[in-house]
């Protein structure tokens, strides 16, 4: 009779190769590293996992599923100009302490993006289609003008947030996403909102206090305007 896997072990397997891919990179980890860091033998691995590659696979398939949480259209569009640019931003913020969190994983995708390509061009397909519907929706509700085109909106505000996550990626210490994030929802409303929406954006701006610029010592805000 074969023996029964242990779910609390195929967890730490999870985690364990999230470190040890991280550290070794996926063509330099070995299975037994990896069954070592879970503090289970090489042949338990086995009974969860056929190899290496399965592994990481669901890794992977397994970060860009939480990934694509983050980005679920909800049932009911904020109306308000205010709710918008409220979630707007919560979500953002939300969105990049994750990948902050989650940048070692980040770094497994690059060095595999060739052979797991086809899951993450379907991430970012599901997240095209949803910023679209956002703005069809958004449209409707007077917040964004009736001539954007959504298709090419939505690509542009994914290309962006790709660059903002690669440069994620290359900072050393916790990155002022706030900055980042202000001034990117502000070039896209003040891009294809309507006058409402970038009225209610203005006025966002005022009530925000301004801060101080460690690089040039100049006071501005959160969003450039």
């Not at 969105?95 to 797991?116: K, M, P």
């Not at 086809?118 to 910023?131: I, K, M, P, Q, S």
């Not at 001034?183 to 294809?192: A, M, N, S, Y």
Request: some cysteine.
């Amino acid at each position: 009779m074969s023996r029964p896997a242990d779910p609390t072990a195929k967890i730490a397997l999870l985690r364990a190769a999230e470190e040890v891919f991280a550290d070794k990179g996926v063509d330099g980890a070995k299975v037994e590293d990896i069954a070592r860091a879970a503090g289970i033998s090489k042949g338990a691995f086995y009974l969860h996992f056929e190899s290496k590659e399965a592994l990481l696979r669901q890794v992977v398939e397994s970060f860009l599923g939480r990934m694509s949480a983050q980005f679920t259209l909800d049932e009911k569009t904020p109306e308000s100009a205010e709710a918008l640019l409220s979630l707007w931003l919560s979500r953002d913020i939300e969105s990049f302490e994750f990948l902050w969190q989650s940048r070692a994983i980040l770094g497994i995708l690059e060095s595999c993006a060739g052979d797991y390509r086809y899951l993450v061009d379907a991430f970012r397909g599901e997240c095209r289609n949803t910023a679209v519907r956002w703005i069809a929706l958004l449209k409707e509700n007077g917040l964004v003008r009736k001539d954007v085109d959504a298709e090419l909106t939505a690509l542009l505000m994914n290309g962006a947030y790709n660059e903002l996550v690669t440069r994620l990626l290359t900072e050393r210490s916790h990155p002022e996403f706030r900055g980042w994030l202000l001034t990117t929802r502000e070039l896209f409303v003040r891009g294809i909102g309507t006058q409402k929406l970038i009225t209610a954006l203005e006025k966002d701006a005022e009530a925000r206090p301004s801060r101080v610029n460690g690089t040039n010592g100049k006071r501005h805000e959160g969003a450039h305007r």
